[in-house]
């Protein structure tokens, strides 16, 4: 079946333009994450998303950054005012939501903020 | 809190090479452990995983064993081929399900 889907695959902006980056996930998947990988680096959690409510919001890097999920499916990570430093590939990864099943990962956007 | 510990990288084989990952673990609760692989340009994808002590996960020739008398879930693969270059991610998966991954380990397989 289809996997975690993102769009778009790469967007480049000017500093200081809001983007949005859009998740779909597994059909039927209930938890929903969001990580951002810079050069070189490991997964940076940002947020977890069961159904539609975000019981951790703790990996936000600042108030720029919010999501949203509707309908238990579509996710979407807004970034406000983008910075340079905001520049990464962001991953989303759904699962099933059941204790043990393994995350889903869609390709990437990669964001430039030029 | 959780929390994944894994071998720095960049690793450098030849062909035909034995590969060992190290990853070891803390966390409370009985975690599930899981090793992803990520390709050039590509997204994460899962290579194995072990939901409970003593568990061996396997595919592709890469085997890790669930140990939890050393907190440790090394990857390991007898004979390397030049395909199996990518970044390595040991993950953990908590009862509450979050996700904790280590850093990543790059492998280069040179023929």
């Known amino acids: 079946g289809a996997g975690v889907s993102q769009s778009p695959s790469n967007k480049v902006t000017e500093k200081g333009k809001d983007v949005e980056l859009r998740c779909d996930p597994i059909s039927g998947h209930t938890a929903l994450y969001w990580y951002r990988q810079s050069l070189g680096q490991g997964l940076e959690f940002l947020i977890y998303f069961q159904g539609n409510s975000a019981p951790d919001k703790s990996g936000l890097p600042s108030d720029r950054f919010s999501a949203e999920r509707t309908g238990g499916s579509v996710s979407t990570l807004t970034i406000q005012r983008t910075q340079q430093e905001d520049s990464a590939v962001y991953l989303c990864?759904?699962?099933?939501?059941?204790?043990?099943?393994?995350?889903?990962f869609g390709n990437g956007t990669r964001l430039t903020v030029t | 809190g959780n929390s994944v510990t894994q071998m720095e990288g960049p690793v450098t084989l030849s062909e035909e090479a034995f590969l060992t990952i190290n990853c070891t673990y803390t966390?409370?609760?009985?975690?599930?452990l899981f090793w992803y692989v990520q390709y050039p340009g590509e997204g994460l994808q899962l290579l194995l995983k072990?939901?409970?002590?003593?568990d061996k996960g396997s595919n592709k020739g890469f085997e890790a064993t669930y140990r939890k008398e050393t907190t440790s879930f090394h990857l390991e693969k007898g004979s390397v081929q030049v395909s199996d270059s990518a970044v390595y991610f040991c993950?953990?998966?908590?009862?509450?399900?979050?996700?904790?991954f280590g850093t990543g380990t790059s492998l280069t397989v040179i023929p």
């Open positions: 072990a939901t409970k002590a003593d």
């Open positions: 990864a759904s699962s099933p939501g059941f204790y043990n099943s393994p995350l889903h």
């Open positions: 966390a409370t609760g009985y975690p599930s």
């Open positions: 993950a953990l998966g908590d009862t509450g399900n979050q996700f904790y």
